[in-house]
Structure formats: C-alpha cells, structure tokens
C-alpha cells in the first residue's frame, strides 16, 4: 500500500490498490463503512481504515490541487474491465 498520495499518479496507484485488494470502493465512503458481503464483517481493521482514509484525504487534496476529477479517475480503474467489454459510445 502506498504511503503517502503527493501526485496525481499517487491517487491512481492507491486506487491499483485498492482494486487489488478486491475492494468495490467509492470515493465518498469511509474505509470502516467496508464490510465482506459474505460474512458482514469488516473489510479493514481500524487501523487499516484509519491509514486509508487519511490516503483517500490526501487524493483529495491533490485532485482538487490539480484541477483532476477523483471520480472520473476512480471509475477509469474499478470499471477498467468493464469498459473493455461493452465500450461507451462515442
């Protein structure tokens, strides 16, 4: 897991990151808020939660720094495969 988000590039890796780590993630949900649909447990320890909030913090303060829309980049990497399936319409 990435340490600390500074670039653009930063945000992209953390969300890899996340993606890898089977995560359905939305940029406005809270790491605690995770839990395993099979078993209803959470998906992060608290501490696990706390680090990658502060992370999901920092994405925003570089996104909005940058002029880069965190969503758009999110949905470019969770819906990756998606995409390569049914391509949106030009």
């Known amino acids: 897991m990435i340490q600390e988000i500074k670039t653009v590039e930063d945000v992209k890796a953390f969300f890899e990151a996340l993606l890898a780590e089977g995560l359905n993630f939305h940029p406005d949900d809270m790491f605690e808020t995770y839990v395993h649909t099979d078993t209803s447990e959470p998906f992060y320890s608290d501490q696990e939660s706390f680090v990658r909030n502060t992370l ?30 049914y391509p949106p319409e030009q």
């Open 56 to 85: 999901l913090t920092q994405a925003f303060d570089v996104c909005e720094k940058e002029g880069s829309d965190i969503y758009e980049l999110c949905i470019d990497i969770f819906m990756r495969d998606f995409y390569k399936m």
